[in-house]
Every structure is written in C-alpha cells, then in structure tokens.
C-alpha cells in the first residue's frame, strides 16, 4: 500500500506477508510488516514488526510484537 503527498510522490509504503481488509472498519492487518516514511524533508524510517493494523486510510498504523524501528544512511 502506497500513500502520497499532493503531488503524487510517495511518503509512505506499508507491504508485508500477509493483508486482510475489514471493511466494516476500513481497516487492514497484516503479518510480517514492513512500513517506510520517506517524506522529502525527513530521514528515511523503516518500522518492522509481527503484526500490525493500518487504520484510517493510512494515516495510523499500529505495530505490534517485537516492534522495531531502523534509520538507514542516505
């Protein structure tokens, strides 16, 4: 799953094993998640985990189980 800014760049990736959509919440769970920010003025951020939720179009993801966080070099 991509998301980006208005003018169409990406500022965040959320791929993983698995993905299951519930759309009575609009909300996805996935296994083995990988989530990258790369928003133009940050640092690129990677956040693994077990599991995680991704609610509210994207804007919330949650991880859960051995939750990491890395900032590689640019």
């Given amino acids: 799953m991509l998301r980006t800014d208005p003018s169409g760049?990406?500022?965040?990736?959320?791929?993983?094993?698995?993905a299951e959509h519930f759309p009575d919440d609009d909300s996805y769970h996935i296994t083995a998640p990988r989530a990258v920010g790369q928003r133009e003025?940050?640092?690129?951020?990677?956040?693994?985990?077990?599991?995680?939720?991704?609610?509210q179009g994207g804007?919330?993801?949650v991880?859960?189980?051995?939750?990491?966080?890395d900032y590689p070099a640019r």
């Fill in 9 to 18: 760049r990406p500022i965040n990736r959320l791929e993983g094993e698995y």
């Fill in 41 to 55: 003025a940050n640092p690129i951020t990677v956040g693994v985990s077990k599991t995680a939720v991704m609610e």
């Fill in 59 to 61: 804007k919330r993801i």
């Fill in 63 to 69: 991880m859960n189980g051995d939750p990491a966080i």
